[in-house]
Nanobody, 118 residues
Framework: QVQLVESGGGLVQPGGSLRLSCEAS????????MGWFRQAPGKEREFVSD????????HYADSVKGRFTIARDNAKNTVYLQMNSLKPEDTAVYYC???????????WGQGTQVTVSS
């Protein structure tokens, strides 16, 4: 049974930083592409960033380029999202996702709340 458990969310002031973590179990982590998505209240879930199994082929949404950094540690079965220069519009529930063997994002975590407010 695949489990993705996010942590690291919280309340932060504009301009602040947070690091999200997602620990995976029940899958061959070193073979799985991973990604982060977010969903703000009243909006659809949107792509934030992804990374391939080797730690390359990284993509970011335009809205987070230059501020967010995705990374992974295959020895710890964990993917990270470092978020700097946070803005109120970054407020959302952030979800970790893992790709299936077919390549689509199939496995999802429960989400962690990030609130950016003064």
């Amino acid at each position: 049974q695949v489990q993705l458990v996010e942590s690291g969310g919280g309340l932060v002031q504009p301009g602040g930083s947070l690091r999200l973590s997602c620990e995976a179990s029940g899958l061959t982590f070193g073979s799985a592409g991973m990604g982060w998505f977010r969903q703000a209240p009243g909006k659809e879930r949107e792509f934030v960033s992804d990374i391939n199994s080797f730690g390359g082929n990284i993509h970011y949404a335009d809205s987070v380029k230059g501020r967010f950094t995705i990374a992974r540690d295959n020895a710890k079965n964990t993917v990270y999202l470092q978020m700097n220069s946070l803005k109120p519009e970054d407020t959302a529930v952030y979800y970790c996702a893992a790709r299936s063997r077919q390549g689509r994002f199939y496995y999802w975590g429960q989400g962690t709340q990030v609130t950016v407010s003064s």
